[in-house]
């Protein structure tokens, strides 16, 4: 079974930093691309960073492109999403999903995935 969950959402001012961690308890995520999504009040689901099985190809989302960082830490069995520089507009809950095959792009599209996380509310605010 494929079973994800998402931690370290919260509350931040704008300017603010946070670290999401996607993890499984029973799937190594290494054999798979993990995507980082978000939906906000009122809008679409988006992708905000997606990154390949071996870590070597990354995409992000225009929005996000400089103040978060998507990484593998393969002995915790975990993809992070660091935030920086966060704004109002970041806020939403944010999940994260896995593709057996999919390139960064068609996953960050909403192409190809397998199972999701439960969500980590993300609020930006003053």
């Known amino acids: 079974q494929l079973q994800l969950v998402e931690s370290g959402g919260g509350f931040v001012q704008p300017g603010g930093s946070l670290r999401l961690s996607c993890t499984a308890s029973a799937i190594n995520l290494n054999t798979y691309v993990i995507g980082w999504f978000r939906q906000a009040p009122g809008k679409a689901r988006e992708g905000v960073a997606c990154i390949s099985r071996s870590g070597g190809d990354i995409h992000y989302a225009d929005s996000v492109k400089g103040r978060f960082t998507i990484s593998r830490d393969a002995a915790k069995n975990a993809v992070d999403l660091q935030m920086n520089s966060l704004k109002p507009e970041d806020t939403a809950i944010y999940y994260c999903?896995?593709?057996?095959?999919?390139?960064?792009?068609?996953?960050?599209?909403?192409?190809?995935?397998?199972?999701w996380g439960q969500g980590t509310l993300v609020n930006v605010s003053s």
């Open positions: 999903a896995a593709a057996v095959v999919a390139t960064v792009e068609a996953m960050c599209a909403l192409g190809n995935i397998e199972g």
